[in-house]
């Protein structure tokens, strides 16, 4: 599967490997899109909004960002305070729309096969050729469905993405009991008194989803995390570990229930840039 994507969504490895702008006229009708009109590549679509000001000598970053369940990506860009955010950190905001209502990942109520885990090894430098963004500098992120999306990126492809902030989300049971490589930047936020996507699962159908203290205790015990302190931001109280090569595991609860904020994708990224996660 990961091959077939590899072709269906080739890029063309000169303009990859020089970073040049060159693209075909299909290429350049995708430079068109916007927070307003769809980007496609292949069967698949995503809207990027780019800041209205930034500092061009500073290489752009971006959050991409996975809707919930039935979401969509003209859903995230019709959030005003997501975009505010973005103009203020001078990165664009990427929403990737998925193939089914529930990014199709493995163990899901419709029986996922995992394809939208190995659509991104093709998106990913398409950010790049397309829009001129660094992809030494990307957060993943998303809500609920979105962020059962972002933990199996992490776990499957920690290498396309700088860090990870995965908001009310897990695995679909049962959760791994390792990933493939060691683990990234981490920072899991979620509700103490979340009823859809509880903390330690619930059954759906024939399925359930997975328990996220076990998510998390398999990443810290993978990587040999070791406890670093604790800190508060808001409603937020966060634990923190850290590698001994200095990666971030940190887990951020908050006494309300399935909810988002900006806020929290925010501190996120300021965790990331604290940590060194972002490469220049």
Same mark, same amino acid.
């Given at each position: 599967?990961?091959?077939?994507?590899?072709?269906?969504?080739?890029?063309?490895?000169?303009?990859?490997?020089?970073?040049?702008?060159?693209?075909?006229?299909?290429?350049r009708? =995708?430079?068109?899109? /916007? &927070?307003?009109?769809?980007? @496609?590549?292949?069967?698949?679509? *995503? $809207?990027?909004? +780019?800041? %209205?000001?930034r500092?061009?000598?500073?290489?752009?970053?971006?959050?991409?960002?996975?809707?919930?369940?039935?979401?969509?990506?003209?859903?995230t860009?019709?959030?005003?305070?997501?975009?505010?955010?973005?103009?203020?950190?001078?990165?664009a905001?990427v929403?990737?729309?998925?193939?089914?209502?529930?990014?199709?990942?493995?163990?899901?109520?419709?029986g996922?096969?995992?394809?939208?885990?190995?659509?991104?090894?093709?998106?990913?430098?398409?950010?790049?050729?397309?829009?001129?963004?660094?992809?030494?500098?990307?957060? =993943?992120?998303?809500? /609920? &469905?979105?962020?059962?999306? @972002?933990?199996?990126?992490a776990? *499957? $492809?920690?290498? +396309?993405? %700088?860090?990870?902030?995965?908001?009310?989300?897990?695995?679909?049971?049962?959760?791994?009991?390792?990933?493939?490589?060691?683990?990234?930047?981490?920072?899991?936020?979620?509700?103490?008194?979340?009823?859809?996507?509880?903390?330690?699962?619930?059954?759906?159908?024939?399925?359930?989803?997975?328990?996220?203290?076990?998510?998390?205790?398999?990443?810290?015990?993978?990587?040999?995390?070791?406890?670093?302190?604790?800190?508060?931001?808001?409603?937020?109280?966060?634990?923190?570990?850290?590698?001994?090569?200095?990666?971030?595991?940190?887990?951020?609860?908050?006494?309300?229930?399935?909810?988002?904020?900006?806020?929290?994708?925010?501190?996120?990224?300021?965790?990331?840039?604290?940590?060194?996660a972002?490469?220049?």
């Amino acid at each position: 599967m990961r091959e077939i994507f590899r072709k269906t969504f080739a890029v063309p490895s000169i303009v990859l490997a020089l970073g040049l702008t060159f693209v075909s006229l299909e290429e350049r009708a =995708a430079h068109a899109c /916007s &927070a307003d009109t769809d980007c @496609v590549l292949g069967q698949r679509t *995503y $809207r990027i909004h +780019l800041p %209205a000001a930034r500092d061009t000598a500073k290489p752009m970053g971006a959050i991409v960002y996975m809707h919930g369940y039935r979401g969509t990506a003209a859903g995230t860009m019709r959030n005003a305070a997501l975009r505010k955010l973005a103009d203020k950190l001078g990165v664009a905001l990427v929403a990737p729309k998925s193939s089914r209502a529930d990014w199709n990942l493995p163990n899901s109520p419709s029986g996922g096969d995992g394809s939208a885990v190995a659509f991104f090894d093709a998106f990913i430098p398409v950010l790049a050729a397309r829009h001129g963004i660094d992809t030494r500098r990307l957060m =993943a992120t998303g809500f /609920s &469905a979105g962020g059962m999306m @972002v933990w199996n990126l992490a776990c *499957y $492809r920690p290498d +396309l993405f %700088a860090g990870f902030a995965p908001i009310a989300g897990t695995f679909w049971a049962p959760v791994p009991p390792r990933c493939p490589q060691a683990a990234p930047h981490l920072v899991h936020i979620h509700g103490e008194t979340d009823r859809v996507v509880p903390l330690t699962g619930r059954p759906i159908g024939p399925t359930r989803q997975g328990n996220v203290f076990k998510a998390l205790e398999m990443v810290a015990r993978q990587t040999a995390y070791e406890p670093s302190g604790r800190a508060t931001a808001g409603l937020l109280s966060c634990e923190r570990q850290r590698s001994a090569v200095g990666r971030l595991l940190e887990f951020c609860r908050h006494p309300g229930g399935h909810s988002i904020r900006t806020a929290w994708i925010a501190y996120a990224w300021q965790r990331l840039e604290a940590v060194g996660a972002f490469r220049k």
